[in-house]
């Protein structure tokens, strides 16, 4: 993949470049390295999904700060998770073990172009009881869970590009950068409290995943304050280990000054 197909290398590499201008080339080479090794034992540790075992999950995938996380969802009847796309990030489908059999672990997701790959991860992500929610319908499907007398815990990715006009612009790795403030606004409108997925890559095949609380009043947050504390939080994860965040992602793909002047036409 790095050697011979070459994948991404040039995004990877501006990306890098652009994040760390402090480094020397040298160290950015060693980051890009150790990136595509771990970009490939991610896709393979994601295939795997499909033949896992719950113990073997249980066994390589840690979760920390529990107890707080089971008593704010029992209190307010729902919890957001906002999870950056850092080390083995697929593998928290399997954190409804923490919670009561009959609460609902659910997961945001944007439906793939591909058909049959869609069916493929919606397969892998409701292997151990996920509940998957497609983005365009995560407010509707939400309030019907609540209606329906179920406590939940909402994971969504939130450091990919944002389509349409739900963003929220920041400073990020010395960059304007736009975010997605979908699990803001979810956690304002149901009143959940919000939580940041700190995911550490302890070694090979084995993570840890802590539930660090971020606010548990979102209505009293400022607008976009949530997901400043997110992109923050996010920058330090980075910092810590550059090599496990998702580096291959087209993830700056316009100014802000490009998309408001493309607002204009």
């Known amino acids: 993949m790095y050697r011979v197909g070459r994948y991404r290398r040039k995004v990877v590499r501006r990306n890098l470049k652009n994040s760390f201008p402090e480094k020397s080339d040298a160290e950015r080479l060693r980051i890009e390295r150790k990136f595509f090794r771990y970009l490939s034992d991610y896709m393979l540790e994601d295939l795997k999904l499909l033949h896992m075992s719950e113990e073997d999950l249980y066994r390589r995938m840690t979760y920390k700060n529990t107890e707080q996380y089971l008593e ?21 489908i399997g954190m409804g073990a923490v919670m009561k059999p009959e609460d609902v672990p659910a997961q945001v997701y944007k439906p793939l172009r591909d058909k049959y790959l869609d069916e493929l991860f919606k397969k892998i992500r409701s292997r151990f009881g996920g509940y998957n929610i497609p983005k365009h319908s995560t407010a509707r499907e939400i309030i019907k869970l609540k209606r329906a007398g179920k406590k939940m815990v909402v994971g969504l990715i939130t450091d990919q590009w944002p389509s349409g006009d739900e963003k ?37 095949g084995y993570c840890e995943a802590e539930f660090k609380l971020m606010t548990e009043t979102p209505k009293e947050t ?43 036409k």
């Open 72 to 92: 704010l969802t029992e209190k307010y009847g729902g919890i957001i998770v906002m999870i950056p796309h850092y080390a083995n990030y697929e593998w928290l």
């Open 222 to 264: 400022a607008e976009g304050e949530i997901t400043e504390m997110f992109a923050n939080r996010l920058e330090q994860t980075i910092q810590r280990e550059p090599a496990y965040w998702l580096w291959s992602h087209k993830r700056w793909k316009a100014t802000r000054a490009e998309e408001e002047g493309e607002a204009k």
């Open 168 to 204: 929220h612009w920041t400073v990020f790795l010395g960059q304007e950068t736009a975010f997605l403030n979908g699990a803001e606004r979810i956690a304002k409108m149901m009143s959940f409290p919000v939580f940041y997925c700190e995911l550490t890559k302890s070694r090979r």
